[in-house]
């Protein structure tokens, strides 16, 4: 039995239903290279849409899908936090956070 598996792109850690999770910090090199064979967009703002692609170099579609991960399936968890005028990526005062997100059970 093949198991599906999802990998969505959103803007804040969600858990919408009983399971177990992992959920670690990742660079944005790793965030590329989950989202590489492809992903779901759960963006639902063309503001933070914008910030992603420009911080990913990766097009990023906004879309108000509601997500609910099965077992097995990620979200790269991309979320701000700050100015993004104000704060240098990847410093304690970064304007972002990027994540994995992962349904254990």
Not at 50 to 61: F, S
């Amino acid at each position: 039995m093949v198991m599906r598996v999802a990998v969505y792109l959103v803007g804040a850690p969600l858990i919408p239903s009983f399971g177990e999770y992992s959920y670690r910090s990742i660079t944005p090199e790793e965030a590329r290279g989950v989202l590489a064979k492809g992903f779901v967009s759960a963006v639902w703002d063309k503001w933070a849409a914008d910030m992603i692609r420009d911080t990913l170099n990766i097009d990023v579609p906004v879309s108000r899908r509601q997500v609910s991960l099965e077992v097995g399936d990620v979200a790269v968890v991309f979320q701000i936090r700050g100015d993004p005028q104000v704060a240098v990526p990847g410093e304690p005062n970064s304007p972002y956070c990027v994540g994995l997100l992962e349904r254990r059970s």
